[in-house]
């Protein structure tokens, strides 16, 4: 792909008003040029062209001619070109054992209809309840900050984008209520350059490898209020999330745990300083090991609950070739 001048151009090319301008050309020219109604014809092509009557007619058609082919040439090198790579499933797969808060029903499938019909087919259909938050999930941030985006209302470019990894492993296997601090980000950004503005911040704490054993993941397998009381897993520091919010223009954050916030948090308030800023957060995200700490996109498309305050999450990441 050329500059971003190139792409102006390209997008200047096909707007709609120059494809009026097109149309509204061709129209005149076979009204002044009733002769050329067969113009499409290779033979009347060059009788249309060898003619004096028609040249000035002839020169618009030629300018306007290349002016496609250019625009067409602009399409070419698309600015959303789909890039090519290794992809890694970044989600979980639904199931009974899929873990969620604990104070939150889990995921429940049903049969509907599952065999040969009637007619000899075979056909198959499930109905399914899941609370919005479980198994790799979005959480908009409506779900801590009144009036801001629902799971809806997120822009697409909040959640697809380069991403950036960055890994804890070691100090969350000392420490399962591991904060990561803003020194942990100026550290990796020490090593591996400044965060670059548009990044959807990943973190690794290695916890991914417990699931989905929930009590090896969460600290706890109980249930309920009691069940909240035991969480023990790592998450982000409130100076952290405060650091991205407002020095790093990131345009989302996840993490390989059930929670931005770590387990023993009683006030979210990573939450709170991130959805205030309307970043929106990926959770129990999977296969973190996979990604390189730079270089990878990501996609992250939740379910499109309208007022949600989050969902399941297809998660996807894309490791250019
Ligand atoms: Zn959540």
């Avoid at 889990?106 to 509907?112: E, I, N, P, Q």
């Avoid at 399914?128 to 941030?141: I, R």
């Avoid at 929930?214 to 600290?219: F, T």
């Avoid at 929670?259 to 999977?286: C, K, M, R």
């Amino acid at each position: 792909m050329g500059s971003d001048e190139s792409v102006r151009e390209a997008k200047y090319l096909l707007t709609g008003r120059n494809l009026r301008i097109l149309v509204l050309f061709v129209r005149t020219f076979y009204t002044l040029n009733p002769q050329f109604t067969n113009a499409l014809y290779p033979v009347d092509m060059k009788r249309f062209f060898n003619s004096k009557k028609s040249r000035p007619s002839a020169v618009l058609l030629f300018s306007l001619g290349c002016a496609v082919v250019g625009c067409n040439q602009g399409a070419t090198e698309a600015p959303f070109a789909f890039p090519s790579g290794t992809l890694v499933d970044m989600s979980y797969a639904y199931n009974e054992n899929t873990i969620y808060w604990p104070t939150a029903p889990g995921f429940v499938k049903s049969t509907d209809f599952e065999g040969v019909t009637e007619g000899g087919y075979y056909y198959s259909a499930y109905s399914f309840s899941t609370a919005e938050h479980g198994g790799t999930h979005l959480d908009a941030p409506i779900h801590f900050s009144e009036g801001k985006h629902a799971a809806d209302q997120i822009p697409l470019d909040r959640l697809m984008g380069p991403a950036v990894v960055i890994d804890v492993e070691s100090q969350a296997a000392e420490n399962r209520d591991y904060l990561i601090t803003a020194e942990d980000i100026l550290h990796w950004e020490s090593q591996n350059g400044a965060i670059p503005a548009g990044s959807i911040v990943l973190f690794r704490t290695g916890f991914g490898k417990f699931w989905p054993d929930r009590e090896a993941y969460m600290g706890t397998a109980l249930l309920g209020t009691e069940g909240v009381a035991q969480l023990h897993f790592p998450g982000i520091d409130p100076n952290a999330a405060a650091l991205l919010a407002t020095e790093r223009e990131v345009r989302a954050v996840g993490i390989d745990t059930p929670s931005i916030d770590y387990g023993q948090s009683t006030l979210f308030e990573t939450h709170q300083t991130l959805f205030g800023a309307n970043i929106p957060a990926f959770e129990n995200v999977a296969n973190l090991d996979q990604l390189p700490l730079t270089g990878a996109l990501v996609i992250a498309l939740p379910m499109k609950i309208e007022g949600g305050s989050g969902g399941p999450l297809r998660m996807v990441g894309i490791i250019p070739n």
